[in-house]
């Protein structure tokens, strides 16, 4: 007889207010002029089966201009993941998706390109940054 898959659990989204509260303290920090944090939203998400610990989405300029909103980020943690880790890592990963935020702030994300001066230079950055802070 074929084994049965377990059924999952929808995915669960709900409102992160200490995440944004932390985005906000480290634009401040690392002096991140560019990234209007007024325009970023900040979601914990639960039973998600994403690899990562953490996701940025940016909108589109399609959806910018049919909705009439300017450009607007959301950083998803996955709760299972990202929670448990120390007060340091839990920065680092949320540097890492705030890094995807290109400086003109247009909606669109820097992909992890290896071109010089590209995300993994700006993350370096980033992160030197905040561990002299």
């Known amino acids: 007889m074929p084994r049965r898959k377990r059924p999952r659990k929808s995915i669960e989204w709900q409102k992160a207010d200490d995440i944004k509260k932390q985005v906000s303290e480290l634009v401040e920090k690392l002096e991140l002029s560019w990234i209007d944090v007024r325009r970023i939203y900040c979601v914990r998400s639960n039973h998600s089966t994403a690899r990562a610990y953490a996701r940025i989405w940016g909108m589109s300029r399609i959806w910018q201009e049919t909705l009439g909103i300017p450009a607007t980020y959301c950083i998803e943690v996955i709760s299972e993941k990202y929670d448990h880790l120390p ?28 071109n010089k001066g590209g995300f993994h230079d700006k993350l370096k950055l980033f992160l030197r940054a905040y561990k002299k802070s």
């Open 87 to 114: 007060e340091r890592k839990r920065a680092e990963i949320l540097l890492h998706e705030i890094a995807h935020i290109p400086k003109n702030f247009s909606g669109a994300l820097v992909p992890h390109s290896h």
